[in-house]
């Protein structure tokens, strides 16, 4: 017995929504900063800034492949997820501070979607775990 659908399909849903959470700041950051115009003289190393702009665009990425694994109910989708957690945890980690330093409620969109779908994800194991299941064949 697996994971309901739509538990798993919600569980996609989040991904999807810090894939694009993601993707936005670290996408026109990196634009601007491979443009030229990016003006911050807090930063004075901008290619290790770049290249922490394009981890967060690798991490976008496969979070959305894990959404769609989990849309279609890969047999190893949930170990996918699970493995991709902490980086995703290590993403809303720097998200919060930029939410500190600018004040801007949209970058709460990437903890508060690592803190959902760590929720779902702790439901669907659950969900499939003996303990909860103990007469399933």
């Given at each position: 017995m697996t994971s309901p659908l739509w538990l798993q399909r919600i569980l996609a849903g989040i991904d999807w929504i810090f894939a694009a959470s993601v993707t936005l700041p670290c996408g026109s950051?990196?634009?601007l900063i491979l443009a030229g115009k990016f003006n911050n003289y807090w930063i004075a190393d901008k290619a290790s800034f770049a290249r922490l702009q394009e981890l967060g665009l690798i991490l976008a990425f496969l979070?959305?492949?894990a959404g769609v694994s989990l849309w279609f109910q890969f047999r190893h989708s949930l170990f996918f997820e699970t493995v991709l957690f902490p980086l995703k945890a290590y993403c809303a980690y720097f998200f919060m501070w930029d939410f500190g330093m600018?004040?801007?409620?949209?970058?709460l969109a990437v903890p508060v979607s690592v803190l959902l779908g760590l929720g779902f994800l702790i439901?669907?194991?659950?969900?499939?775990s003996e303990l909860l299941n103990p007469l399933r064949d």
């Open positions: 950051t990196l634009y979070a959305f492949v600018s004040n801007n409620p949209l970058f439901g669907c194991w659950l969900r499939q």
